[in-house]
Nanobody, 121 residues
Framework: QVQLVESGGVSVETGGSLRLSCSVS????????MAWYRQTPGKERELVAQ???????TYEDSVKDRFTISRDNRANTAWLQMDNLKVEDTAVYYC???????????????WGKGTPVTVSA
């Protein structure tokens, strides 16, 4: 059974920093694309950042130069470092995992339960 467990979501003031963690078990982490999404009420879940098993990262435009996604394949963990937070970053943040070839569960998508981030002015 694949499990994704997020942590690190709290309330912070504008300009502050947070680090979200996602611990993964039950799948071949080193060949799994890891991603962070976020969602606010009434809106669709949006991709914030993703990182390949080899460490190649991409970001949504509004978080470039403020957020950093990283991973440790030995620890089966991915992180999202969020700096210079803005009120509009307030959302529930979800960890996402997509195993790659040749994982036995290639093609599957897994989600964590989400961790809330609140940025106040």
């Amino acid at each position: 059974q694949v499990q994704l467990v997020e942590s690190g979501g709290v309330s912070v003031e504008t300009g502050g920093s947070l680090r979200l963690s996602c611990s993964v078990s039950g799948t071949a982490f080193s060949i799994t694309v890891m991603a962070w999404y976020r969602q606010t009420p009434g809106k669709e879940r949006e991709l914030v950042a993703q990182i390949s098993g080899g460490g190649t990262a991409t970001y949504e435009d509004s978080v470039k130069d403020r957020f950093t996604i990283s991973r440790d394949n030995r620890a089966n963990t991915a992180w999202l470092q969020m700096d210079n937070l803005k009120v509009e970053d307030t959302a529930v943040y979800y960890c996402n995992a997509r195993p790659g070839i040749p994982a036995r569960d290639y093609g599957q998508t897994y989600w964590g339960k989400g961790t809330p981030v609140t940025v106040s002015a």
